[in-house]
């Protein structure tokens, strides 16, 4: 019996297809070589990340606010095997609720490393090397991405001294100095994660900013205040080598405008530089698909690769690597082998960074619109100035509207603050919708929230705001 589509990959791209393809009625198989599903982001990635997040932002707060809320609790103190236990609690919890998913719609799982064979078949080989053929109308390939290393330079990942994003989520003790190379999401998340813990953390970027892409005015503000925090960053530094010494591992760097290099001592070596798209061992070159020249996935707009009945979704195809873009892709994917209009709105989609505090956006930077030669006006609003943040002790931070100056449509939202990521959301409603700010700024928004901070940079942006 042929499937009408397999899926190759479970993370959230996958299993979101997979479900939303057997909801259409469509009979459904997904083959995956991890003992459990879920993908990067489920095992190694999103999910634990954030639950050692939120933990460690809980001693800082124990440490640093409750005394001023007037709450006495001792000295708060780390415990962490029983901090990795509830990560590890976390992620059990829902690689089975997706396990749960699939039975409920009768997907097929297959475990172990599925290959195209050629449109319309699939094989998967199992741990014990025995190969299984299965009939696929439709293929999807979801296979994501994997840790890409340094451009250029040779680093031996152990997972235990030189580590990469999975070594950073289970080590067994805090590092002394814990080194990050690369000062993007990665680095910036699971850096402030060791940091809160009680490691000394050196940042080191190619770029002169951190986040790059991020809107300029934010990723300044954002870097003072991981500095604060205790984060030391070296910018414009290009790392050159990394080696392991007799107690832990040395990082060489050197400016990338020209000078001598230095090298710095480090009981731990994060690497945050980037993912590649993984494809490996996936048949590609014999089954035809083509990819481009960064190893990704080439696709149409419907995400269809150049062969009839294979499809491509997430991490392995062109676009941020973010789970949600590839969950969306996989609702398309699944929609248009149904015969229905799957769609991406590349356009509007949030990103947020889930540190303490968070960084949220959707849409254009104003580095974006000022390089389009768009002309556009500006509204911010500060926390500050916002009751509720004062009353949770969250100040830090802001929100900034983008808007086109002669429509008043927003084009772009920016926050920088505790609960951004959950706030972006009424950003990303209104710019799905064409909004302007004003609209947004004439939407009653709930007092005292922390939202009214978006609501008065959409005054400021349209009019002027009122508590400011
Ligand atoms: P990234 O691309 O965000 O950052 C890598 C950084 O390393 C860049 O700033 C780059 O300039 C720097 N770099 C590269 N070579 C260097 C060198 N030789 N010396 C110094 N710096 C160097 O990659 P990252 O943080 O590894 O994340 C990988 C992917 O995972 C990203 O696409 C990200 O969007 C995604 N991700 C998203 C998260 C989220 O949405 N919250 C969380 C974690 C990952």
């Known amino acids: 019996m042929a499937y009408d589509v397999v899926v190759i990959g479970s993370g959230p791209g996958g299993y979101v297809c997979a479900i939303k393809a057997a909801q259409l009625g469509l009979k459904t198989a997904v083959v995956e070589k991890r003992e459990t599903y879920g993908g990067t982001c489920l095992n190694i990635g999103c999910i634990p990340s954030k639950a050692l997040l939120h933990a460690s932002e809980m001693l800082a707060e124990a440490q640093h606010s409750f005394d001023t809320l007037g709450v006495e609790v001792g000295t708060p103190k780390l415990n962490l095997k029983k901090m990795l236990a509830h990560k590890d609690a976390t992620v059990a919890s829902n690689v089975n609720g997706v396990a749960f998913l699939f039975k409920k719609n009768k997907i097929d799982a297959f475990r172990g490393t599925g290959k195209i064979v050629s449109a319309g078949k699939v094989s998967v080989t199992g741990e014990d090397g025995k190969v299984q ?221 889930y540190t303490s505090p968070e960084v949220a956006s959707v849409g254009k930077t104003e580095e974006e619109l000022k390089k389009a030669g768009v002309d556009y006006k500006v509204g911010k609003f500060p926390f500050t100035a916002n009751g509720r943040a004062r009353a949770m002790l969250h100040t830090d931070g802001l929100v900034k509207v983008l808007a086109d100056k002669a429509t008043d449509r927003v084009l772009g939202v920016h926050i920088l603050g505790f609960g951004a990521g959950e706030m972006i959301h009424e950003a990303t409603v209104l710019m799905e919708f064409g909004g302007s700010s004003e609209d947004l700024a004439r939407t009653c928004h709930a007092h005292p929230t922390m939202s009214e901070a978006v609501k008065e940079a959409a005054l400021a942006t349209f009019f002027k705001p009122i508590h400011l």
């Open 133 to 353: 053929e299965i009939e696929a109308k439709n293929i999807v390939i979801a296979t994501g991405s994997d840790v890409a290393g340094i451009p250029g330079v040779k680093v031996d990942i152990d997972e235990k001294v030189i580590i990469s994003s999975t070594g950073a989520l289970s080590l067994e003790k805090v590092p002394g100095h814990l080194v990050v190379v690369g000062g993007g999401v990665i680095g910036l998340e699971l850096g402030s994660v060791w940091a809160r813990l009680g490691a000394k953390v050196t940042v080191v970027e190619y770029l002169d900013s951190i986040l790059g892409g991020m809107d300029g005015e934010v990723s300044k503000q954002f870097q003072r205040m991981l500095a604060k925090q205790g984060l030391d960053f070296k910018l414009g530094a290009k790392v050159t080598a990394v080696a392991q010494a007799k107690k832990g591992a040395t990082v060489t760097f050197e400016p990338v405008k020209g000078g001598a290099a230095e090298t710095i001592e480090a009981d731990a070596v994060l690497i945050a530089t980037g993912r590649r798209p993984y494809t490996d061992a996936l048949g590609l070159k014999e089954a035809g698909v083509d990819v481009d020249e960064r190893g990704r996935v080439k696709t149409d707009a419907h995400l269809r690769t150049n062969v009839p009945g294979i499809y491509a979704i997430g991490d392995v195809v062109a676009g941020p690597m973010l789970a949600h873009k590839a969950e969306d892709e996989g609702v398309a994917v699944a929609e248009t082998i149904a015969g229905q209009a799957g769609h991406v709105n590349y356009d509007v989609i949030p990103s947020v960074v």
